[in-house]
């Protein structure tokens, strides 16, 4: 696994945990107990910020060694709630070029429900 951004202290604050990661695919979890996650989120807030957070990931490991993410543009779709266990959420790059990178996310709870999907987009500038 390559190393993650330099915000990984942040996420995993947040009880965010990633599992898997590099440019193409990042995979990762976090607790939902009774509909709200660790720092007190609701549970759009929860899946919201695991969307938020593997996508940050995707971004950063799609800009190395030499690129940086900027502008990124996020759109999150709830589906429905996570009231309790574990989300799981795998963001998977649909293209990554010279100058953009996009992502779609997908965040399931233990049943492997969806409760939610988002759209990831940002530019990759020259560092």
Known sequence: MTDLPPDAEFHR???????????ERVVG?????GNRQPAGLLHGGATAALVEGLGSVAAWLAG???????G???NVTHLRPARGGVVTGVATAVRIGS????????VTDEQGRPTAVGRLTCQ???R
């Not at 100058?99 to 997908?106: I, K, L, M, N, S």
Request: proline letters at 11%; charged letters at 25%.
């Open 13 to 23: 604050r947040l009880g965010i945990e990633i599992l898997e990661a590099d440019a």
């Open 29 to 33: 979890r976090m607790p939902v107990v």
């Open 64 to 70: 190395q060694p030499d690129r940086l993410p900027v």
């Open 72 to 74: 990124v543009d996020l």
């Open 99 to 106: 100058g953009t990178a996009v992502y779609t996310v997908e």
């Open 124 to 126: 990759l500038l020259p």
